[in-house]
């Protein structure tokens, strides 16, 4: 099993352009959720989705967008990239939303200027 | 909304040390779980804990949940320089979402 797949590791955006980060799992996870993680703050809670067609928003929705079209997949789209979504994103996957620890990807570095 | 802190922030240890790092909700929680993230890594899952003033052990590693539900803490027991990394907490509650406290970023000097 590859776990959770997270594409692209590093990016560099220019204020105002979009851009998709991509998410997939084979563990059959029915719980998937995108986080940033920046300097002393922990893991945010971006979106969240419980399972296919059902999506929802966390602690710090604004600017990304997400959809769950299958089990397989949950990618995160930022829309007009801005300094402040500088940040390291990960996408974690569970068999539910508690009760089960989480199995994150390797993150994706974004930096935008 | 449910908040979760950790102390302390940094930690810094001579090898075989040991170290302790305290994670405080500020509701009851139904579980609570640990996670250790390596520098420049992914957080991995360590442990989940469900019980009142449960204790578990994973060789060095101890785990324990509050009488109250509301606290945890994880010690490490003489430490290596393999331990590394920061320690995060996370309290959920049925049906919620796991809420990530801070972390605290141990490190260890051979």
């Known amino acids: 099993n590859a776990g959770v797949t997270q594409t692209p590791k590093f990016q560099v955006l220019k204020t105002g352009q979009s851009m998709t980060l991509q998410c997939a799992q084979d563990?059959?996870?029915?719980?998937m959720s995108w986080y940033r993680q920046d300097p002393g703050m922990g893991l945010r809670l971006i979106h969240y989705?419980?399972?296919?067609?059902?999506?929802d928003q966390g602690e710090v929705p604004n600017g990304y967008n997400v959809s769950r079209s299958t089990t397989e997949d949950f990618p995160l789209r930022l829309l007009s990239a801005a300094p402040s979504q500088t940040s390291v994103y990960f996408c974690?996957?569970?068999?539910?939303?508690?009760?089960?620890?989480?199995?994150f990807g390797s993150g994706t570095r974004l930096t935008v200027v | 909304g449910q908040q979760v802190m950790q102390i302390p922030q940094y930690q810094h240890v001579q090898e075989g040390e040991d170290f302790t790092t305290y994670c405080n909700s500020s509701?009851?929680?139904?579980?609570i779980q640990w996670y250790k993230q390596r520098p420049g890594g992914h957080p991995v899952f360590l442990i989940q804990l469900v019980k009142s003033g449960e204790v578990k052990k994973q060789k060095r590693l101890t785990f324990q949940f509050g009488e109250a539900k509301k606290n945890s803490s994880l010690h490490i027991t003489a430490t290596q320089t393999t331990d590394v990394g920061t320690y995060f907490c996370a309290g959920g509650n049925y049906g919620q979402n796991f809420v990530f406290g801070p972390g605290t970023r141990l490190s260890v000097l051979p």
């Open positions: 509701t009851t929680l139904s579980n």
């Open positions: 989705s419980v399972g296919a067609g059902i999506t």
């Open positions: 563990m059959n996870h029915e719980y």
């Open positions: 974690a996957s569970s068999y539910r939303t508690t009760g089960y620890g989480y199995t």
